[in-house]
């Protein structure tokens, strides 16, 4: 069994952690180039405020009730780092999914005592870090997704925060008979309107569906949605994207190393792999989280995780920017003496390339440099393309060049600096 | 209430050591005894007062209702949110959205924010909007000369 840790609007959350007067008013963040809406608070939510909603386009009315605030990543970085040394408390297997969901394995673990146990990480998350979080427990990661969200949303689960669903209790049957396959994880509209011709509609009928079937008319990985559903471990979290506005590079060593170069090397290709899935959903980031850690089933190893978020002073999808920020980030990380097992970077505060505004203290790029830059990485992603993977790889920006000027008029990094220290309304 | 807290900053669990030599005696006034010449191990202050990581915050104190407890203007506390708050503990609370250093008191089945100066009255809990948010476990005070930070 395991269990999917998903912090309830996470951003909003470590806000009000540190600024109670938030609690129970409806609270956005905003995505700090745009002026999107990036989090939003159940309050704002039951506003009808969707996602991404431009500041500007918000109805006065709601404007007046709502506090919106710049996105602050150092902050949530570290939040989200705290609620992973917990979870770490509670197994050693935690694997980070996104900036604010984790699964966490609870094999060995006695099945009769998951539900308090489930309760028991909700309560001690919230105590140590403030942060609120539901748990979806389940055999598989598919089913573990599914029972998060009843945890979060269904009035049977809402307040204990804690769901858990067996491959074949009736409880299972009737929430899947209920779910659209729309809604199932890893299954994307396409695929949903092509399983409807088929006759599928709901996750139940997908599970009843012949698995080999499924895999020659789709994919493996929709196959192995169908084993999940039925409550067979078949998928590694590297088969499943992040979720929207956030990209995920990371893979595993081939063995331990405590060689610095190769976490550096690593970093610099996940770095460059995110640029490429960037450009290629034709986004821009502005906060490039890099993470790194031991194996933590090697007890008789020293355990080591961490992770560092890089707040770029502009958006940018350029893959020389993203390495330099990888970089850096290592730098922050790296730590002697351990024998290393997984780093990624993850690019986080995305929007779309075409609509992005110069925000008030970001550099601007002249336009040929810009043009420049833009023509450079389509040929490496076309060159990378046609002659495969790594074909053209990027180096390192010098020391000293505009990408290191730039990055000391950053945002203050309030909550992990001691010389940019936040003050708390009071 | 008029002892207030911001926030600092965190407790960075992975901090690189600080090692500080252990004398073997006690500090005293007077001339160093030859004695202390040996090194018995290092010390790490941060992992002396820092023993949840994860949960241990520092803030930074304004105002004066606490100063019979030894906590002045601008002094920096370690917060431990993994600890209960008890009866006796200094704790930091938010009441009606504003974050406050009080002792926390219980006088029969009611919970009452007490200040450590005379000047200043206790605060029934009853009837506010309150939740705990950590027990201070340390207070760090500079003296005159403490190098600014």
């Known amino acids: 069994m395991m269990a999917l840790v998903d912090c309830n609007n996470f951003y909003v959350s470590c806000e009000r952690v540190f600024n109670p007067a938030l609690e129970g008013r409806p609270v956005g963040v905003l995505s700090n180039n745009d002026g999107c809406i990036v989090a939003r608070s159940n309050e704002l939510k039951a506003l009808g405020v969707e996602m991404g909603t431009a500041m500007h386009l918000l109805p006065p009315p709601i404007r007046r009730q709502t506090v919106l605030l710049s996105s602050n990543y150092a902050l949530y970085g570290d939040m989200s780092r705290r609620v992973t040394e917990v979870l770490a408390t509670f197994s050693p297997h935690v694997e980070v999914y996104s900036i604010d969901e984790s699964f966490v394995g609870f094999h060995g673990f006695d099945p009769a005592m998951l539900e308090t146990r489930g309760k028991r990480l909700r309560d001690t998350v919230r105590q140590w870090t403030g942060i609120p979080v539901s748990v979806g427990v389940a055999p598989t990661r598919v089913l573990a997704k599914i029972a998060n969200h009843m945890a979060k949303k269904h009035p049977a689960y809402q307040a204990a925060g804690v769901c858990r669903l067996d491959a074949d209790s009736p409880t299972t049957r ?69 979720p929207k506005q956030q990209i995920m590079v990371s893979r595993s060593f081939g063995r331990l190393t405590g060689n610095p170069h190769d976490l550096r090397e690593a970093l610099r290709h996940h770095a460059a792999r995110a640029g490429e899935k960037l450009r290629k959903q034709a986004s821009v980031t502005s906060a490039v989280m890099v993470f790194v850690r031991t194996n933590p089933f090697r007890t008789d190893l020293p355990q080591y995780r961490n992770r560092v978020i890089v707040s770029l002073d502009r958006p940018t999808d350029d893959s020389r920017e993203l390495i330099a920020a990888a970089v850096e980030g290592l730098r922050h990380l790296w730590r002697k003496g351990y024998r290393y097992q997984k780093a990624g970077v993850m690019l986080l505060d995305l929007s779309p390339k075409a609509n992005r505004q110069l925000t008030l203290n970001e550099t601007p790029q002249t336009a040929a440099e810009a043009k420049r830059s833009e023509r450079l990485m389509a040929m490496v992603d076309k060159l990378n393309r046609e002659l495969g993977k790594g074909t053209v790889q990027l180096g390192l920006p010098r020391q000293g060049n505009a990408w290191a000027l730039r990055s000391e008029r950053r945002t203050p990094r309030y909550t992990t600096q001691w010389s940019e220290l936040v003050s708390v309304k009071l | 209430m008029s002892l207030s807290v911001s926030l600092l900053g965190r407790a ?45 915050y520092f803030v930074r104190a304004e105002g004066d209702s606490m100063i019979g407890d030894g906590i002045h203007h601008g002094d920096l506390l370690v917060v431990d949110r993994s600890l209960e708050a008890l009866p006796g503990r200094i704790i930091v609370i938010a009441v009606d959205g504003e974050l406050t250093v009080k002792c926390l008191e219980r006088v029969g089945q009611r919970a009452y924010l007490r200040a450590s100066n005379p000047a200043y009255k206790p605060i029934p809990l009853e009837g506010r909007e309150s939740h705990v948010w950590g027990v201070v476990t340390h207070v760090l005070h500079s003296l005159p000369g403490a190098p600014l930070p």
Do not use: Y
């Not at chain 1, 209920?178 to 009928?205: C, D, F, K």
């Not at chain 1, 020659?216 to 196959?223: D, G, T």
């Not at chain 2, 006690?26 to 949960?55: E, I, N, Q």
């Open chain 1, 174 to 242: 009737e929430l899947l008979k209920q779910l659209p396959a729309t809604e199932l994880w890893g299954v994307a509209r396409r695929t949903a309107e092509r399983l409807n011709v088929m006759g599928i509609n709901t996750a139940w009928q997908l599970r009843q569906a012949d698995p080999k079937q499924i895999r020659q008319r789709f994919s493996v990985v929709q196959e192995r949605i169908v084993w999940e559903l039925r409550g067979q471990p078949s998928i590694q979290l590297d088969d499943m994207s992040a």
């Open chain 2, 12 to 56: 960075d669990p992975t901090a690189i050591p600080c090692p500080l030599p252990l004398f073997s005696s006690a500090v005293r006034a007077g001339f160093p005894s030859p004695a202390d010449d040996h090194l018995d191990t290092d010390l790490d202050l941060h992992r002396h007062v820092v023993k949840h990581p994860a949960a241990t």
